[in-house]
């Protein structure tokens, strides 16, 4: 089963930036879509930000201008670069493929939290 560690999470003051790192356990070029997602506490998990294979991307209009997805096929790495951190960003976010794609991992990996705080 395809596994995606993330990483990159931290304490941050509100303003600050962080970039978080998704390692995959395969070959990500193999991979369509790739997404972030997020949850806060008492949420639902979240579209956050998506890259295809060809480098088109989408954003939730909450993170427009703020954060930017990327991926590095030959480290088989997705990144999420978020700036201009607001307190409303506090959540565990996490990565995955499409849940239409084959390599979509339905047990989720376990996040890496994101805390915005002065």
């Known amino acids: 089963q395809v596994q995606f560690v993330e990483s990159g999470g931290g304490l941050v003051q509100p303003g600050g930036s962080l970039r978080l790192s998704c390692a995959a356990s395969?070959?990500?070029?193999?991979?369509?879509?790739m997404g972030w997602y997020r949850q806060a506490p008492g949420k639902q998990r979240e579209l956050v930000a998506s890259i295809s294979s060809g480098g088109s991307t989408n954003y939730a209009d909450s993170v427009k201008g703020r954060f930017t997805i990327s991926r590095d096929n030959a480290k088989n790495t997705v990144y999420l670069q978020m700036n201009s951190l607001k307190p409303e960003d506090t959540a565990v976010y996490y990565c995955?493929?499409?849940?239409?794609?084959?390599?979509?991992?339905?047990?989720w990996g376990q996040g890496t939290q994101v805390t915005v705080s002065s």
């Open positions: 395969v070959n990500i070029f193999s991979i369509s879509i």
């Open positions: 995955n493929a499409d849940s239409g794609s084959y390599y979509y991992s339905p047990d």
